[in-house]
Structure formats: C-alpha cells, structure tokens
C-alpha cells in the first residue's frame, strides 16, 4: 500500500462510461460486461482486477496505471464478481457465460426435437442451467432460500417437461416447422411460472424505492408490479431466436447441398444461436434502463402519505431496480 498513489481527480470507476438513460449507451455497457471472452480469463487475474477495483474505490491506484487498465480490470470485475456481494460467481452463472452456455443449450434443443426422450433430457438440462443462472444472481437486499430456488426449479422443469412432451405428440401430424416451435413454447411455459418463483419475496414485501439521492423510502409493489412488465420484455427478446431459428433451418434443409451434410446441422445450429446470443444477451438486458423510475402519485396511498409526511413536495418521483 506504501507504493500506492492518489487516483486521477475526478475519476470515479463505478461510473457508466455509457449514457444510461439511453438504449445505445445501456447497448455499449452490457455489450462491455457480458462478453463472453472474459470467461477465458484466468482466476489469478480476476482476482487482481478486484483488488484494483477496491483500492481504486478508495482513492489509490497502484503508480503508472492508465485508465484504460481501470476501466478494464472494471469490466473483467463486473463480469466475475456480484454487485451486491462482492464475491466471485460460479463461471456457469456469470453473464458472461450466456453466450456460450445459451448457445450450446439452445442449439441442442433446436436441432433434438423429435424424439420425446431428447425433448426431456435437454429441457431438464435447460432449467438446470437457468436455476444455477438465478442461484448466481441472486439479490441479496431480496434473498432467496435454497428451499425457494429447488420449489422454482422443480415447478418450472415440470411446467416445461409437461409442455414440451405435450406439444410433441400433438405436434406428430402437424407441419414439420410447428414440432421445431415445441423448445420455444417450453421454455416459455417455465419462464412464466419461473420468474413469479424466484420472486416471491419481492411479491411479497415489495420492492425497496429511493429518492433521487438513493436514500430508502420505503418498499413498494407497485413498482415491483412495473418492474416486472418491463422486465418481462427482456426474455421475450432474449427467446426471439427460438422462434427465428426454426425458420432458418427449415428453409436451408431443403436444399441439396444441406441434405448432404446431415452431420453438421447440429454444429450449425449451435453457430446460429451462438450469433444470434451475442447481440441479444446485451439487448434484453438493455431494453429497459436498471434503475426505474414512478411519479410519486402512483404509489400505493400508504407509502404515498408517509414519503409526504417526511419530506413533503422534495420528492416528485421515486427510483427502484427493476431487477435481473
């Protein structure tokens, strides 16, 4: 530490180097954390990012460190670490790992489609990479019991087991595109039954609102009620693929040259949604600025009426992540 010196004046590493209130700049920011090259980064190194990150937060950066390097070591600790906690992540549940680990599932679900014991194996392989995804990502101001994340898991795997076996044998007679639709409806199914599970609590209790300063106020559902409308957008963008992909595919198998290399349609497909991942992964997240915002009028009247008793007319709107 003796060797340490005084940041830059005026530079602060938990800023956005992007204009948060904007798509563009929300784009960049998730473009920058969720790129999926930090999950080749080898632990030591992650390490010393966090160690850089830390003592930059407390004014000191180690002598002839750039701010490109600042911001870097930022990146690889936004990919790796929680934000609330502070501790390392499991690599499967890092955002960083949606590319390649999303790529891999949807691919596999994509092209093993036909037969009911794939449609299970790679449904029930899905959800276990969700619940790890959940588990990882956790909020810790809204913890989650392992009791409540294995009664989600379970719920939402046989929500899409039942849906996805279902859709198969319905689907036997029906167009050969409608069958390649059965991994989208599935994962569509748990989803509407996954996210109300993994959110209870907030269900619950609410969601916790501040002021413009990010002092509490108080925990709202009506925010938590917003929060999950425009939350939902997210998914429904990221699953787009599932929908586009079949398309793709049953065009290009009609082709001559595609029945000959039989083979490689499963690598194919991986590739595709691997293309498709490497944009939407950032968009979805994206969508929607994190930090939310409601008129002060559209509380609940409780809350409402005692936010006025405090501070009276000082606080037009109220602020709350619209979470995960």
């Not at 039942?162 to 994962?187: E, I, M, Q, S």
């Not at 609590?201 to 990010?214: A, L, M, R, W």
Request: charged content about 15%; glycine content about 8%; hydrophobic content about 45%.
């Amino acid at each position: 530490h003796a060797e340490m010196a005084t940041i830059t004046p005026g530079f602060n590493i938990d800023a956005p180097r992007w204009d948060q209130s904007t798509f563009e700049g929300r784009l960049k920011h998730f473009l920058n954390i969720t790129d999926p090259r930090t999950v080749l980064v080898p632990e030591e190194e992650l390490d010393r990012a966090k160690a850089l990150v830390e003592g930059c937060r407390a004014g000191l950066v180690p002598p002839g460190s750039s701010q490109e390097q600042l911001l870097y070591a930022k990146k690889l600790y936004d990919s790796a670490f929680h934000p609330d906690s502070g501790e390392k992540m499991n690599l499967i549940g890092r955002m960083s790992f949606q590319v390649p680990g999303g790529m891999a599932l949807t691919g596999c679900m994509l092209q093993f489609y036909r037969t009911v014991p794939a449609v299970v194996f790679w449904q029930w392989v899905n959800q276990s990479f969700n619940a790890i995804v959940n588990y990882t990502n956790r909020n810790a101001a809204s913890p989650i019991s392992l009791r409540q994340i294995g009664v989600a898991y379970v719920t939402a795997t046989g929500t899409a087991l039942a849906t996805a076996v279902g859709l198969n044998l319905y689907t036997k007679r029906a167009p050969p595109l409608l069958a390649r639709w059965v991994p989208f409806a599935a994962v569509a199914a748990a989803n509407c039954v996954n996210i109300p599970m993994m959110r209870q609590q907030e269900i619950i209790n609410g969601v916790t609102v501040t002021d413009g300063d990010n002092n509490e106020l108080g925990c709202s559902r009506v925010s938590l009620g917003m929060g999950v409308q425009v939350g939902a957008w997210g998914p429904d963008l990221f699953f787009l693929h599932l929908v586009i992909l079949p398309i793709i595919m049953e065009r290009l198998e009609k082709f001559p040259f595609m029945q000959r290399i039989r083979v490689l349609h499963g690598p194919l497909q991986v590739l595709l949604c691997g293309g498709f991942l490497l944009f939407m992964v950032p968009a979805a997240c994206a969508l929607f600025p994190q930090r939310c915002s409601l008129a002060l009028a559209d509380l609940e009247p409780e809350l409402r009426d005692s936010i006025v008793a405090k501070h009276g007319d000082k606080v037009p709107y109220v602020y709350f992540n619209k979470g995960l």
